[in-house]
């Protein structure tokens, strides 16, 4: 997700250092919301998408091409924690697979279509992972289980497509992002705040 939390803070430090930003979220208040906030930064295109979705995914890279012509870097930061699933044994596997599908697959996607304009431009590709995926907490199995996922996508992938292209990952722990959420959602977050701690991580 682009228009919110960790990934909103990056697509803003790309735009700074110069790049042109194509942004996607399923949400798209808050995808067209960045684009006017961000409008005085550099380049930026707000995408529509649910990236858990090979058709929305290829959908994205076409306009990112349309719009710029190239692609340089690739930053897979989509994420889901579902709290409210509670203990494993009370899990769906629709809930599971829900996880899965945003956090991991959409891994998989993104840099399975990305790759051949990747490496046309010795481009790279970074993964935002987790610390859950090292050091786990109480009901987190489905997000933890993706995060390591993660993990191994990337070290697999920079085997494979290196050195044409570059595939890190970033492991973030717990964050604060009020500050990146969509004016809507702000004040409410910010008003339910007590700690950090209770705040489900973004990326």
């Known amino acids: 997700m682009g228009a919110q939390g960790i990934g909103k803070a990056i697509a803003c430090e790309f735009l700074r250092v110069g790049c042109c930003v194509v942004i996607c979220d399923v949400d ?12 005085t930064l550099g380049p930026l295109k707000f995408v ?7 058709i929305y995914v290829k959908n994205a890279i076409v306009k990112t ?6 692609l340089d870097i690739l930053v897979n930061n989509a994420a889901i ?30 840099s399975k279509h990305a790759i051949p304009h990747l490496r046309s431009q010795k481009g790279c590709i970074i993964n935002i992972g987790s610390t859950r995926a090292l050091m786990s907490e ?14 191994a996508l990337t070290h697999a992938l ?3 497509l290196g050195p044409d292209i570059r595939v890190n990952c970033i492991t973030p722990g717990w964050i604060e992002t009020s500050e990146w959420l969509k004016s809507s959602d ?15 991580p973004d990326g």
């Open 81 to 110: 924690s579902k709290p409210e699933n509670g203990p494993i044994e009370r899990m769906s596997l629709e809930q599971w697979n829900q996880v899965m599908s945003v956090n991991l697959t959409s891994v998989f996607l993104c």
């Open 65 to 70: 091409l349309d719009a710029f012509g190239k």
């Open 28 to 39: 798209t208040e808050a995808g067209l919301e960045t684009q006017i906030e961000y409008r």
């Open 186 to 200: 702000r004040a409410t977050r910010t008003s339910a705040k007590t700690n950090t701690c209770n705040i489900p």
């Open 138 to 151: 109480p009901n987190t199995e489905a997000y933890s289980t993706a995060k390591g996922g993660i993990l």
């Open 48 to 54: 529509q998408a649910n990236i858990a979705s090979e």
């Open 158 to 160: 920079a085997n494979s």
